[in-house]
């Protein structure tokens, strides 16, 4: 039997309005340690796929399997915790609060931790990843001193505070110029080929996706296409 | 999400959200200002009505009598008085502590006196009854005695007060300067003072109404414990009332009393007894006037009457069960007025919150994106109102305060001496500012509970990442 993969999506349905077509039998796996770039027009329903990956929506038909977990089944308080654990979300307006510090901002999951670890344990993580994605001098100014590819730096610290085992980003250069946005994926390419963190990054981004290890290509109404593997 | 972050998301979107916050505390600061306002003032001039206008911890049971009207008369039918019978069968009434006979003095009397303090002597038709000396205990000047005290054989002769001492003073019949019946003429001896108890109410139409009239100066109470006078018992300034026999005696003033008639002296019951004896003859010793009823707790008050009613005897109308219905009434009114501002009040902040909630509905996306449950944002939006509710509650009950000191202070330097004019109109106690408290708390979350719940109910996926 095959080893079981940390994403399974299967017959996934989807749509907003009555007769509207988004999403129909999406059937996907993504494996542990994989940088999957999921590409696809506008309104394709890109966002609309990770959303329902990461449980921020679970309004849809069909099957939803994150590591073992079976996000349908979960009730909205496990789902919050499933968010706060288990997936990191990076968007592309970055979403920092402004009047808290970069520290701070990254602390942010921390508060809504179910577990027991210590405060400082967090603190310590957090200024660890804050070196990590290269901004380390900034944790204790506010956002808006920050450039745009500092501020998503922040953010990739911010979700991946809490060990997340899937990292979800929504056109995470999508705001950023060209310079800023290739530092970006090749921070997200560092982060899966040496921590091995599996990464799902939609984006318009030709470079992006060919820095993936595969890509899924959406089409309206559904029908997907594999690209090319690297 | 544990309590003290919440404390913490709390505590910092108040600080930064304060200016909206304040501008929808004002209602609620003006309907709880209202409230303590008039709860404070109903307070305090309930405390002037009971407690000093019309005190309710007694009952006073009266001969049932119906008056008949012939004329410009009216003629009572039944008893007119009651016996050691009825005050025994008052006594067994059910929650009953203890039963005191009063007796009115039923001979005329002149008071005359009051040249140390007025500058004239004042001579008056004094009205009085008796009264029995356990019910006033408590309102007797320290340094006297209420009670009566019988002259001694054999008689202590004397020639000035001082050889009588502190209670007593020298009775020098042919001396005094007004015709009366002497018992023993031509011998001085030692007497004490009858000792009487007056009425906060003597002093009070003395100071507003009498005073005036005759141009005398403004008796302090306090100050007037002690000071006697004389009376001649069987005299009346109705000439027509005079009694064949007049007998002279000094009385002095050892206290106030609630329990004292209104428009007259109270004397230690044997006393009374005493007098009307001299004019009616023994039985008069045991016809009493009205009774006045200790009950246990002031709530079996209404079931007592009842019982006392159906032996036949009439409750007396203090007046205080009007007045403090008024009271009542008015202050419902007053309180209802301001509960409607704070509910007003409560709908404002409900459009405050919704405005507020749709501006950080991106923060509180975010929030739920990362981990937070419903019930953590519900939670943090009605502690934001709890203390929004606390710290208006405090400041609606401090300006109520502040206005209610102004008021105080205008009464006392600008508004002239009425009786029973009080120091403060307001009392402001610990119930009132607990009220106040909880209430603004529970209107300021009654008005965030359903912007909390839209809250909580905030779409993360849409406000995140949708267009
Ligand atoms: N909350 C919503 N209510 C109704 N329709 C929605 C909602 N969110 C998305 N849609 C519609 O669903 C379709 C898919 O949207 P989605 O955001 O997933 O597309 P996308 O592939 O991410 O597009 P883009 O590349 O522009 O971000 C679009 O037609 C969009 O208009
Ligand atoms: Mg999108």
């Known amino acids: 039997m095959e080893a079981i993969s940390l994403v399974v999506v299967g017959h996934l349905k989807k749509n907003y309005q009555p007769k509207q077509c988004i999403l129909n039998d999406v059937n996907l796996r993504i494996e542990d340690a994989e940088f999957v770039a999921i590409t696809g027009k506008s309104g394709s329903g890109k966002t609309t796929l990770l959303n329902i990956i990461g449980g921020l929506d679970s309004d849809y038909e069909g099957q939803v399997e994150v590591a073992g977990k079976v996000l349908s089944t979960l ?3 496990e789902l919050s915790a499933y968010r706060n654990s288990h997936v990191g979300f990076v968007f592309q307006s970055f979403h920092l609060m402004p009047h808290l510090s970069c520290l701070e901002n990254v602390l942010l999951p921390s508060a809504f931790n179910q577990g027991k670890a210590v405060e400082t344990a967090f603190t310590q993580q957090a200024l660890a990843l804050l070196a990590m994605v290269g901004v380390a001098e900034k944790a204790h100014e506010f956002p808006n001193c920050l450039s745009g590819g500092q501020q998503q730096r922040v953010a990739i610290a911010r979700a991946l505070l809490m060990q997340p085992k899937l990292l979800l980003c929504d056109e995470p250069t999508g705001s950023l110029d060209d310079e800023s946005a290739g530092d970006i994926i090749q921070l997200f390419a560092k982060l899966n080929a040496e921590q091995g963190m599996t990464i799902v990054v939609v984006t318009h981004d030709a470079d992006v ?14 029908v997907m296409e594999e690209g090319q593997c690297l | ?37 008039f709860w404070a003032l109903s307070a305090g001039v309930s405390q002037v009505v009971l407690g000093e206008i019309f005190p309710v911890k007694t009952l006073e049971v009266v001969p049932r009598s119906l008056g008949v009207n012939v004329g410009p008369i009216q003629l009572g039918l039944g008893a007119d008085a009651l016996t050691q019978k009825s005050v025994t069968a008052i006594q067994a009434v059910p929650n009953v502590t203890k039963v005191y006979p009063k007796m009115k003095v039923t001979t005329p009397m002149v008071g005359v006196g009051g040249k140390k303090y007025l500058g004239n002597d004042l001579q008056i038709e004094i009205l009085a009854e008796g009264i029995d000396p356990g019910l006033v205990a408590g309102d007797v000047d320290s340094q006297f005695k209420f009670e009566a005290t019988p002259v001694s054989a054999p008689l202590q002769s004397c ?10 003073y020298c009775y020098d019949a042919p001396n005094l300067s007004w015709r009366y019946q002497n018992l023993n003429p031509g011998f001085a001896y030692c007497r004490h003072y009858i000792p009487v108890l007056a009425s906060q109410h003597l002093v009070e139409i003395f100071n507003g109404v009498v005073r005036r009239a005759h141009d005398f100066p403004k008796l302090n109470p306090q100050f007037v414990i002690g000071y006697d006078w004389d009376i001649i018992l069987g005299s009346s300034v109705v000439r027509r009332s005079e009694a064949s026999k007049k007998y002279h005696y000094k009385v002095r003033l050892v206290g106030f009393s609630d329990q004292a ?80 501002i704070v509910g007003v009040a409560a709908v404002n902040i409900m459009h405050v919150y919704f405005m507020l909630i749709y501006e950080r509905q991106v923060e509180i996306g975010l929030m739920r994106a990362l981990g937070a449950k419903r019930s953590d944002i519900r939670w943090v939006i009605l502690g934001e109102a709890g203390l929004v509710g606390i710290m208006s509650g405090i400041v609606g009950v401090v300006l109520a305060l502040l206005s209610s000191q102004v008021i105080d202070y205008i009464s006392r330097y600008y508004v ?27 209107f300021c979350m009654l008005g965030a509970y359903f912007p909390a719940s839209r809250a909580a109910k905030v779409d993360p996926a849409r406000v995140l990442t949708g267009q």
């Open chain 1, 75 to 77: 009730s909205d308080d």
């Open chain 2, 1 to 37: 999400m544990s309590i003290k972050k919440r404390w913490q998301f709390i505590l910092s979107s108040l600080i930064r959200h304060r200016k909206h916050f304040m501008l929808s505390s004002i209602g609620i600061v003006t309907g709880i200002m209202a409230f303590s306002f």
């Open chain 2, 261 to 340: 008639m209104w428009l007259g002296l109270t004397f230690p019951l044997p006393v009374v007894q005493k007098f009307n004896t001299l004019f009616h003859g023994a039985e008069a010793a045991q016809t009493f006037h009205s009774v006045t009823v200790k009950v246990d707790r002031k709530d079996q008050i209404a079931a007592v009457s009842q019982k006392i009613e159906q032996l036949g005897f009439d409750i007396k109308d203090s007046g205080a069960a009007r007045a403090s219905f008024i009271i009542l009434v008015t202050t419902l009114v007053f309180l209802v007025i301001s509960l409607i």
């Open chain 2, 416 to 442: 002239p001496d009425f009786p029973y004019k009080p120091s403060s109109y307001f009392v402001f106690d610990a119930g009132v500012v607990v009220t106040a408290v909880l209430l603004s708390v529970g």
């Open chain 1, 209 to 222: 996706a060919l820095k993936a290890t595969r890509t899924i290509h959406l089409r309206q109404c559904g």
């Open chain 2, 159 to 168: 020639k000035t007060d001082l050889q009588c001492g502190d209670n007593g």
